[in-house]
């Protein structure tokens, strides 16, 4: 817990617009302190290299060096969408009903139902003003004293394990340049869920989308069918969206549309947005749905007046896992001997893991522990960082 408080006060909040890789040199603050603490811990073949990515390995047992290789991953950065500047981790004891956020803001029972099952637990909450950043430096606190548990108990086998922390995974770049050579496992897990017992290895299918509109700007004292206001262009654009098939009406397998911000004026507008399904046919038909919506609007207002491009994200790193099943059961054994119940679901969004699987890293995903990620409101039961160390040492014992 000690280690998980001391990484959350560095701010490392990635960036969607700067272009550089890593997004932000804050970044480079904890990925250094990482270097370091993994270097006097006595890991192997410690690395930070030019784009923020840190590499260590532990050595496997004697007598276990032909073992297969497995690898533990988390990421550094976290989410753009609130603040991570000035982190102040709150420990509570709770015992039931609202937690009151020294900020003022409550994180109601009502709203989150959920919070029954930690009544009688140390929770690490925020003061309401910033996100906590358990997604996902609860996975590096957690990588880190596994490989310190594993040093210090040199008669537990093991095969080799690899270690990677990567930038920028909040904004889907996190494996941009991630050196599968130098991490050299035949297998890996990322360590980026949510609640204690989660084990994932299905992943949204997920592009993103950005709809500008050209407007033509007249004095509105002599509009009358002259001007074409991009603003409003930009509400019919989003009013014929499936209003039921966003992220506040799905959950599950259900796909969405997510308008994530809208700006411009007159003249001109922008949308900005995320696609996201589990099928892959679905997933498709989502994007068909835009192209064929933006070529209607154009042939309303003019051609060019909408103009749309898609890209895609990640991939859905299901048919990935199949064949090697093995970590599911491997991953699924260590949870349940830390006596927590497995529940297998689906990602609603993406990890490191899914663009790995791709390139030929099977890579599901596990819990960390935390709960409402991205927002004021994130916490993690602080017991759950010691129980998770102990799940990764099973998970990597022969």
């Not at 835009?290 to 070529?295: F, K, R």
């Not at 529940?343 to 890293?361: E, H, N, Q, V």
Request: glycine content about 10%.
């Amino acid at each position: 817990m000690e280690r998980f408080l001391k990484y959350v006060k560095i701010e490392t909040t990635s960036s969607e617009t700067s272009g550089t890789s890593p997004s932000s040199d804050k970044e480079f603050t904890l990925a250094q302190v990482l270097r370091d603490e993994l270097q006097t811990l006595g890991l192997s073949d410690v690395v930070l290299d030019d784009h923020c990515y840190v590499y260590a390995s532990i050595p496997a047992t004697k007598g276990y060096e032909a073992a297969p290789v497995y690898g533990l991953i988390a990421h550094m950065d976290t989410s753009p969408a609130v603040s991570g500047a000035g982190v102040n981790p709150q420990v509570i004891r709770y015992e039931g009903g609202d937690i009151h956020l020294l900020s003022g803001d409550v994180i109601s029972e009502r709203s989150y139902p959920f919070l029954k099952n930690y009544i009688g637990r140390d929770l690490i909450v925020t003061d309401g003003r910033t996100l906590l950043g358990a997604d996902d430096k609860a996975g590096v606190a957690e990588i880190v004293s596994s490989a310190e548990y594993l040093l210090s108990h040199p008669e537990i086998p093991h095969g080799k394990v690899a270690i990677a922390f990567t930038p920028d995974e909040e904004i889907g770049e996190g494996v941009d340049h991630f050196d599968l050579e130098r991490f050299g496992a035949d297998y890996a897990y990322t360590v980026d869920g949510g609640a204690l017992g989660e084990l994932e290895y299905e992943n949204f299918n997920a592009a993103s989308a950005l709809v500008s509109i050209r407007g033509l700007n007249i004095h509105p004292g002599s509009a009358k069918d002259k001007m074409k206001n991009a603003v409003l262009l930009a509400a019919d654009f989003i009013s014929m969206l499936p209003p039921a098939e966003t992220p506040a009406h799905t959950e599950g397998y259900e796909g969405f549309y997510h308008v994530a911000q809208i700006s411009g004026d007159e003249s001109s507008a922008e949308i900005s947005m995320i696609v996201r399904d589990h099928d892959r046919a679905k997933f498709e038909a989502r994007k068909t749905f835009l192209q064929n919506l933006t070529a209607y609007l154009n042939g309303i207002w003019g051609e060019g007046t909408f103009t749309l491009k898609l890209r895609d994200s990640y991939y859905n790193m299901k048919e990935m896992i199949e064949p090697h099943m093995h970590l599911i059961d491997r991953a699924k054994a260590a949870l349940e001997a830390e006596g927590l119940e497995t529940k297998i679901c689906p990602i609603r969004g993406g990890t490191d893991g899914a663009r790995l699987s791709y390139m030929g890293l099977p890579c599901p995903n596990l819990c960390t522990g935390g709960e409402n990620y991205h927002s004021i409101h994130e916490f993690i039961p602080a017991d759950a960082i010691g129980i998770m160390t102990r799940v990764l040492v099973r998970l990597v014992t022969v």
